[in-house]
């Protein structure tokens, strides 16, 4: 009887992993979620693909912008600025990975908006960005 | 090809083949300390490959002490110029993994643990032989940037028959 206990054990597990997806969330639900933070805000107005470019691309504190490590080009593969390490692409229709763990989006909004800005991102921000970078085609 | 048909058989092979693996481990482990500090060796940890992988290469816990480790995972909010905070858990299994695999090897006595393996007494000796003009090349960048001449540093490979300068 333990056996049988022990197998079905087995298979629901298994079961459990099959059905879990590959990813955790989507791009567009991660959107959502940055959208729903940011509608809270005063006068907020909706996402803007064109802002989130200029301010990936414009250079803020220390000479620093999201381009410094992530280029011009979200689709290309990025180089950090300060040890060379190779970084992957950050658009999501270059890296499906992208945008798919809002744990992992959150660590790393917090720690690349310190380095650019000296200060975390608004909501408005993030969501400028994202949408920026789902309109890049690959 | 000949098939074990036997199950007692078959487990007998199985278990030689774990004794055989466990000691080529225990044979790697004891160059640690050793003159042959370039052997491959492959400690790894997903975390710790994740986390400390990100910015850069993911620097093997061998090259410096507990007390470095503990001390560079006591301050990542502010690590060399950027923010390398994480939550409690994984920062606690790190610093674990970390201590496990650090070296052992005995420290010159130092007020503070040093936070940099490219500062220790022993990665100095170790490159005495490499000209400033190749640390100052733009394609090497930083002392840190180990892979930029061991060129199998990612499988946690520094001998130096795998060493190529870049021109």
Known sequence: MRRINFVIGLMVAAAG???NPAFAETPVE???????EASGTPGFMGFSADRGEKFFKTKQKHNLSCSSCHTDNPT???KHSETDKIIKPLAPAANEERFTDLKKVAKWFKRNCNDVLDRECTPQEKGDVLSYLLTVKK | MFKIKNTTLRFVVVMLAMCATMSAVTVSDAWADGDHEGQKRTVSNAKWKDECGACHFAFPPRFLPAESWRAIMSGLDKHFGSNATMDEATAKEITGFLE???STKKQEVQAKP???ITETRWFKSEHRKVAERDWKN???KSPANCGACHTQADSGDFDEDN???PK
């Open chain 1, 17 to 19: 992993l099959i059905a």
């Open chain 2, 114 to 116: 040093l936070l940099r």
């Open chain 2, 138 to 140: 733009p394609k090497v």
């Open chain 2, 100 to 102: 496990k695999n650090a």
């Open chain 1, 30 to 36: 991660v959107l959502a979620t940055i959208k729903a």
């Open chain 2, 163 to 165: 060493v190529k300068i």
């Open chain 1, 76 to 78: 290309a593969q990025g």
